[in-house]
């Protein structure tokens, strides 16, 4: 039982992920999927989502990091929140922790790439790989799409255009530890409520327990290992899925419970010291 | 032209359905294909739904019973609908009418398995399928991807754990008919707003025709064979596709004009005897 | 430099492509792709969009065209918008443009067909290409994608039911020049709040530089190249991705902007000679 089943198949299809902020009632997701599938007829298409707030390229950039490592390697990423398509802004192409990533040089990548700092960075410059003619509004369709096409076909990302040596990235503000506190702030509110903060598993590691957590006008929530751990309609916070610390409700809304969202401040303490009673707080 | 066109064909690729409650606008429905197709990339996956109300394993349980049948035989259903994710509620996998169903043991499978009673459940325990690490709030990404990904792959039902002989039953209300009159229950509301009940076919062609229905505060609703045999924006009572009762508004919206939903109640009469004027109201 | 990688690959798997009115939160669309795939499970299916407004055939129709162009040659389109589901109205089969074409004979296809000639169309009357049991309130699911997956398959049209040598239309609003304006309507809002009108690019090209744009109550509104060209919050008219002319908020909303929407007037004017200073107002 100690042996893993290997996940490695023979002849894979190659996959590509795509992530924009079209949203799902216009054709634009549709159009894109076609100009890719008549390049590459054989590729699976994955959508990660559509649903990114019009231009807002920093949730573009925190959700394609939250979504990325879970598939194959070999998956080719295209990720459009474009508020500069057709200006001078670049486009490019670019190799990073086995993945392939094509779109706009706006930040979108800057998550990713922090984690995965890129081998290979390229400019689409090749117009060959484009369609004939690129929309000055919807790159995404006419020189994204044909790129990721072509990159699952096996064309090599140095073909595209010439190397890079720099990208465009966004700062992202990270939690600090101050003390026995730990200040963060919310970075995202998913579809169930849940408040989703830049406190990452290991800051939390690195306190002494027991914590507990303030947000809003809420203060002493406890720290828990999965909603269930609490009654429900009870506030709580845990690590969820993407190793960082997420406040909830158990099959409620922390974000209408809170009244609170992304950019809302979070801290964490230890709380024997925070209320005077630990052995530790007179260290 | 009495042959039926033959629709079984020689080498069928996996397919995986999906019905969860996690929304389009965060990544989770793609990071769940992301690691099926890392087990096995061959697969075809297929979204029944995703917008299932947060935590409402029963609007899960009927809309699954509402398509898994339209799906070609082997298709391997994951069904996420998980209030309980991350405690010791069981996960299972199971065959049932020629399909394999994968999730959470809380019910969400209660219609499917009443309809086409399972042949085998597994209580889903060998680790070597999951995920290295499984997240306690995100079995569907960590857990139940993967299982579909090996059963997609050829693995026996058999080695993801041992069997069981039960599994966790949701009681839905049934339609129930007393003398002249059927009394039922709304139990969806679709996009077009019309109420799904849970009065069968089956139960409306046991009552003496011709048939009127009444809801909120209208009765004496027509029986119509489809949509258009009304005048637009019409109330009527048809047969769906489902093969129950709904109300309808020929190009509206029932729900809004009734200002019912879910749970309400729905009676069918025999419209003759109701009125009192027909010949069999003596009998 | 100057060639163009060639798109044809060798082995092309069918595509399906899907447009309705179906919405995402029911089992609708799933049913139908399972349906297909029970036909032919080698297919690649493709999501249009399934927000068309409830029965609005022409805003069905105008997404289909804004579309079908972009998928590789040989897709089979079925589009479903069809508020006569279960009537007389008939249901058909077309090739047009390289492309296929299933849905109801309602006007879905009035403007691609307007644009590419269907070679040929059939009447889809023959019942072994559905499922044995039509339901009168889902023709999508019975009728329309048991016959795509046959189309797939490689059926020949002509094996679905007699020629038809007409097919019904539906009549769009064209702009009008006259003189030095171009009068147009907004024929469909995107998700970004872009205003997209019927005002062609090859209507605009005619017309004597500058030109501004009046719409609601705002007059004056530059023509620009893409939206990156003003400042952000600035409305703007530029030809979008659709080769029509659209008005659009940099970074913003323009129909809530403008507080107008499908249906409103939209004009074109030469700027110089609207404002009576141009050497040919005197002409």
Redesign the interface.
Known sequence: ?????S?E?S???P?V?L?TD??????????????V??????V????????IP??DIRAGAL??A??YR???PG?IFVAVVD?????K?RALAAQAGGYSFVGPDNGIFSVVFSEAPPSTIVELV????FR?AV????EG??RFA?VA??LA?G?PLEDLGPRLDAYTTMSFTTARRAGHVTEGEVVRV???GNLITNITDVMLRAMDPPLTVAAGEHAGIAVV?????TS?GALCA?V??AGVL?IAV??G?AAELLHIGRGARVSVVSADLAEGLGPKSRD
């Open positions: 039982m100690a042996r893993r089943a996940a198949a002849a894979r299809r996959v992920a992530l079209f949203g799902l009632q216009d054709h634009y997701v549709g159009a894109i999927k076609g100009v599938l008549g390049v590459c007829p054989d699976t298409l994955i959508d990660i989502t559509h649903q019009p231009q959700e394609l939250a979504a879970f598939f194959p998956t508020p500069g398509v057709g200006s802004r090749e117009t060959r790989y004939p929309s000055r509004t919807f369709r006419d044909p096409g072509w076909r064309v998913d579809r169930f290992d999965t909603y269930a751990d429900p845990l969820g899925s997420e158990n099959q809304h």
